[in-house]
């Protein structure tokens, strides 16, 4: 049965035309030789995926960064864990609970490609990263250094660091178009002192989605016998790479961002040597200093989402992480380039696929990015975020596997009467 054929059998046989998770990995195997590039532009085939996602009729989403909100074939998984702890109550808390999250922890670090015991699940990036700035044995004089990009609750955390314990901050600002890797290699590494103890990177710009040369700063970083702490909120189940081969010392993601997990779920990593070096937010218990699980210690909390993180895994490596990467990076090309030549147009994202992917910010001269939005909002119902600080004055559009070219000629449409005076 070749793919339009079974699309439509499987459209008519699935409830609201949504495939279960068998139907969605059959149908994925009839394209399974169709290059993952070839693929990318294939509307049909990612309207069968788009028929997963329960999606408001009142606005075009363009804001999935803050929240991918599940595909109905893991909600329902999600609601089954819900029912069923519940209904096992304590048994399962007491018998169960710890050898789940084990596991569930350990296909995280195959996704990842990291070891199981370098990766526990946390709550989100926040909590990962805050964690690791909140737990090094800082003394006064210790230098860290970040940039004016990254996310705001890390940066809190620093500033929390400096006035508790000393810490000097060194804030640098990343150009959002660089010229090569070597001149964000440098940035950073003119920050670096002989009392710098951690440096902060993103792995992917949350405002810009600009991918920063990660291994080649840790390799400087580490040449210089400085730590690399990397934020990876965007990054993780957005495109393909590995923990092992950033070779950071720390690493935090948020699930419920690109792997479309629940609410609630997060990673953080940390390279086997540096665990003892962390003290835990909440004390665990008689632990190892070596054993990363003292350092995610919260007491009781929603079980069941840790356990949609399996069925997030499986939903995501059903659709395949190369396929879902390319069709990202194809989106985000196709609206990106039809505006990037319009007068008053300023894309703060790059062109090139080596520094982007799904992730793309733009402004308008003479718009603020906050009316800019408003209006993209309540004349087009496109949903957005306008960013106005650091260095970058735009729109963050951030569409998913679900989006259609249509909607994306939409948006164009929109920014271009905009760019003109005509809206």
Known sequence: MDKRTFLKTAGLMSLGGMLSFDGLAQMVDTISSVPSKELAGDEEFWASIRKGYRLKPDYINLENGYYNFLPEQVLEKFVEHVREVNYQGSYYMRNNRQEDNKSVAAKLAELGDCSPEELVITRNTTESLDLVIG??????????????????AMRNMFEQVANRYGVI????????????????????????????????ICHMINITGQILPVRKICDMAHEKGVQVMVDGAHSFAHFEFSIRDLDCDYFGSSLHKWLSAPLGSGILYVKKENIEKVWPLIAPGEKKPDDITRLNHIGTHPVHTDLAIVDAIDFYNIIG?????????????????KVRDLPNVVVNTPADSARSCGIANAGISGIKPTDMADILHKKYNIYTVGIDGAGVHGCRITPNVYTTTEELDQLVNAISELSSGQA
């Open 321 to 337: 992480g190369e396929r879902k990467e390319a069709r990202l990076r194809f989106i985000q090309n196709y609206w990106t380039s």
């Open 135 to 152: 737990g090094l044995d800082w003394k006064p004089g210790d230098e860290a250094v970040y940039a004016e990009q990254d996310y705001g």
């Open 169 to 200: 901050n060194k804030v640098l600002s990343v150009p959002n178009l660089p010229r090569s890797d070597e001149e964000i290699v440098n940035l950073y590494a003119s920050a670096i002192t002989e009392k710098t103890k951690l440096l902060m």
